[in-house]
């Protein structure tokens, strides 16, 4: 089992729509949840955190955690054009300061 | 967030030469981190650069391959040893602040490409 899973995509949403990614992770204790989002050929932009169970609301962001059901979600509301990326879960385990990613899901965003 | 700047941004070398990657930050960082991005590939982790001591690094990856230096808090090099193709990739540092929280921040990255 890999230690964060992701839908590699691509994740196809038209303008406007609510785009929705999802992630799990396998340590139980990890501790912090983070989304990157890479544009091709560019590197990772760090784009939401979240420690505690719960929702975490930035502009069109929203980040969930579910830390009992191993879950943390990226939901993007009104999804534009430029939101087209790959989009990294990375998670902080529950010892050391390295972080794990996923593979990534592509979203494209459909004018 | 701290400004990181890498050099070289991109290369093109002769398999069985060296390169040395430099990551600069504008401001003093607890913790600084080498990554490899193969095409289409996510981020794998080389080793945390210690600044003062040996860097730690993570499996499949070893020192002679890829010799790391942290000589103040705010400078690293990584050096890809002995290069083949495969080494093709691109190289990312990163930074973190505060390690207790772990959010990283990403350099704009080198890209090699070995012949």
């Known amino acids: 089992q890999k230690e964060v899973e992701q839908n590699s995509g691509p994740l196809s949403v038209p303008e406007g729509a609510i785009a929705s990614l999802n992630c799990t992770y396998s340590?139980?204790?990890?501790?912090?949840f983070f989304w990157y989002r890479q544009y091709s050929g560019k590197s990772p932009e760090l784009i939401m955190s979240?420690?505690?169970?719960g929702d975490k609301e930035d502009g069109r962001f929203t980040a969930q955690l579910n830390k009992a059901s191993q879950y943390v979600s990226l939901l993007i509301r009104d999804s534009q054009p430029s939101d087209s990326a790959t989009y990294l879960c990375?998670?902080?385990?529950?010892?050391?300061?390295?972080?794990?990613f996923g593979t990534g899901t592509r979203l494209a965003v459909r004018p | 967030s701290a400004v990181i700047s890498q050099k070289p941004s991109r290369d093109i070398c002769q398999r069985g030469t060296s390169l040395t990657i430099q990551c600069q930050v504008d401001?003093?960082?607890?913790?600084m981190f080498w990554y490899r991005q193969q095409p289409g590939q996510s981020l794998t982790l080389i080793a945390t650069?210690?600044?003062?001591?040996?860097?730690?690094?993570e499996s499949g990856f070893v020192i002679d391959k890829f010799p790391i230096s942290r000589p103040n808090l705010t400078f690293s090099t990584l050096t890809v040893s002995n290069m083949s193709p495969e080494d093709s990739s691109i190289y990312l540092c990163?930074?973190?602040?505060?390690?207790?929280?772990?959010?990283?921040?990403f350099g704009p990255g080198t890209r090699l490409t070995v012949l």
């Open positions: 990163s930074v973190s602040g505060r390690a207790t929280l772990g959010e990283q921040f």
């Open positions: 340590d139980r204790v990890s501790q912090s």
């Open positions: 979240i420690y505690s169970n």
């Open positions: 990375a998670v902080k385990g529950s010892s050391g300061d390295k972080l794990t």
């Open positions: 401001s003093q960082v607890t913790m």
């Open positions: 650069a210690n600044q003062g001591s040996e860097a730690t690094y």
